[in-house]
Structures are given as structure tokens and as C-alpha cells.
């Protein structure tokens, strides 16, 4: 029930998937508001939505690798890194204009994540 | 459809986004359920190739494909809801599933797991955070009034 590190870096890959997975559904779905004329099926072949579930795939992979080794009741409230990940890529992907009140809810994430890891280890 | 002339939202929608963040947490506990019975994943590999999978292994992938079905039809009814409800007032109700599975994993006898003080308190802040995240910021709460 350790933290080894093959088991804190699973869990890394399955956020940082997971996380990229969502930030290509946005980017697919940014495209398909400029293209309106495209049929369904190009919708679903193009490479950012294609991506985008081979990424969430992978994730999943990744994460069922660390509930193998990790407590559920540790290892589900980690996966609250995803918010950090997707505000990250909000900001400095898609250059969208953060509220404070958001930088703020992910300072509170990470403070959580800070006590629940000191008392679970 | 699911909401009605005043505005107010149908009792009927309610009860889809409780199922969905419900089986969302359920969906979870299937998948730590299925990893008990797994013997490993190389054993697990070898035994899908040669078409022989022991009971144990069986059953784990019972759970798997339960997990994973749970997950997708949450996902489905999730996007379902978001048709008709605000994102920034069904988000913020995500984080129930955070207590959901916290409690689940806690007090099932199949889970049996720790717990303390401290991961009790660091749970709490990070669903707090997770709410304080979700909700609408005051900017956008003006730009909707103005809309109206």
C-alpha cells in the first residue's frame, strides 16, 4: 500500500492522459464549431477526436495499473489533479481568461491533496 | 422538456444526475473490486492469449467490464443532463461522488480500508476546493443576470 515511485508515476500518466484527453475533446469540439458542413463521420476520424479517446483509453489503463497498488480511498481524491492539469491548459493552451476564484479552488485542491497524502502515508 | 414553464427544473432531471454521479462512484469501487481478484497483469496477459483464464481472473474482469459500463453510462446520462442543466450548477454537485466513493471504500466489508483523522480532513479540503472550482465565478453570475 506504499507510494513506490512505478506507482506514483502510473498515476501521473493516468491524470496527465486523462487531463490531455479532455483538452483534446475541447480542441475537437473548437474545430467542429468552424466546420459546420462536416458529416458525423469525419467528426469522429478526425485526429482530435480519435486522439482524444486513445488518450482517455491509455488513462484508464494507467489507472486501473494504480488501484492495483493503492488504496481507493487514496487514490480516487488524487485524481483531483486533473482540475489543476485542465485549469493549467485553459490558461495556456486555449489562452482562456482564468476567474481568481478558480486559481483559488485549485490552491485549495492542492493544500487537500498535501494533508490527505501526509496522513495516508 | 425537463424543465418546466417557470424555469424551475423537473424533479425527473434531478433523479438522472443523482444516478449518474451515482454510478460513477459505483463504477469505481467495480473497478478496485476487480483489481482484488487479479492475480497480475503479465499472468492476466498470458492467460487472455491462450484463451484459459483462471476463476480468479474471470471474476476480475467480471467486475472490469462492470466498471467500465457503469463509467460509460454515467458519462452518457452525464452529457445527457448537461443538454438542459447549467454546467456550473450540476458541476459543483460532482463532488458527491467524491463522498460516495470515500465512504464506499471505507464501509464495505469487500474494501475494508484505513482511515484517519487527517485523510478524513484532507478529503474534505479537496472537495471544498472541487466545489470553489466548479462554481460560477461573480463575473460570469453578472453576465447571466444581464442576459436575462
Known amino acids: 500500500m506504499i507510494f513506490t515511485r512505478e506507482v506514483f508515476l502510473a498515476l501521473l500518466c493516468s491524470v496527465a492522459f486523462t ?24 467528426r469522429l476520424l478526425s485526429i482530435e477526436f480519435v486522439g482524444s479517446t486513445a488518450f482517455l483509453g491509455l488513462g484508464l489503463l494507467f489507472w486501473m495499473i494504480v488501484l492495483t497498488k493503492v488504496e481507493l480511498s487514496l487514490a480516487y481524491p488524487l485524481l483531483s489533479i486533473n482540475y489543476v492539469l485542465i485549469l493549467l491548459g485553459a490558461r495556456y493552451l486555449f489562452k482562456e481568461k482564468i476567474p481568481l476564484q478558480r486559481w483559488l479552488g485549485v490552491f485549495v485542491i492542492l493544500v487537500g491533496i498535501g494533508v ?5 502515508i | ?38 492475480s497480475g497483469w503479465s499472468e492476466l496477459w498470458q492467460q487472455l492469449t491462450e484463451y484459459s483464464l483462471t476463476s480468479g481472473n474471470q471474476t476480475a474482469l ?30 459543483p454537485l ?13 464501509c464495505l466489508p469487500q474494501f475494508n480500508e484505513t482511515t484517519n483523522l487527517q485523510k478524513n480532513i484532507g478529503i474534505l ?20 443576470t444581464s442576459n436575462k
Open chain 1, 116 to 120: 490527505l497524502l501526509r496522513g495516508a
Open chain 2, 125 to 144: 479540503i479537496i472537495i471544498i476546493g472541487v466545489v470553489i472550482v466548479s462554481l460560477p465565478s461573480s463575473r460570469e453570475r453578472v453576465m447571466r
Open chain 2, 1 to 38: 422538456m425537463s424543465v418546466s414553464e417557470d424555469g424551475k427544473i423537473k424533479p425527473r432531471s434531478w433523479i438522472i444526475l443523482g444516478v449518474a454521479i451515482l454510478l460513477t462512484a459505483v463504477g469505481q469501487l467495480f473497478m478496485k473490486l476487480s483489481t482484488q481478484y487479479l
Open chain 1, 19 to 42: 487531463s490531455g484527453g479532455q483538452l483534446l475533446q475541447k480542441q475537437a469540439s473548437l474545430k467542429y464549431a468552424n466546420i459546420k458542413s462536416s458529416s458525423i463521420f469525419r
Open chain 2, 62 to 91: 467480471l467486475w472490469f467490464s462492470l466498471g467500465i459500463l457503469s463509467y460509460f453510462v454515467s458519462m452518457l446520462m452525464w452529457v445527457y443532463v448537461l443538454s438542459f442543466l447549467k454546467l456550473s450548477k450540476a458541476y
Open chain 2, 94 to 106: 460532482f463532488s458527491i461522488a467524491y463522498v460516495l466513493v470515500y465512504v464506499g471504500a471505507v
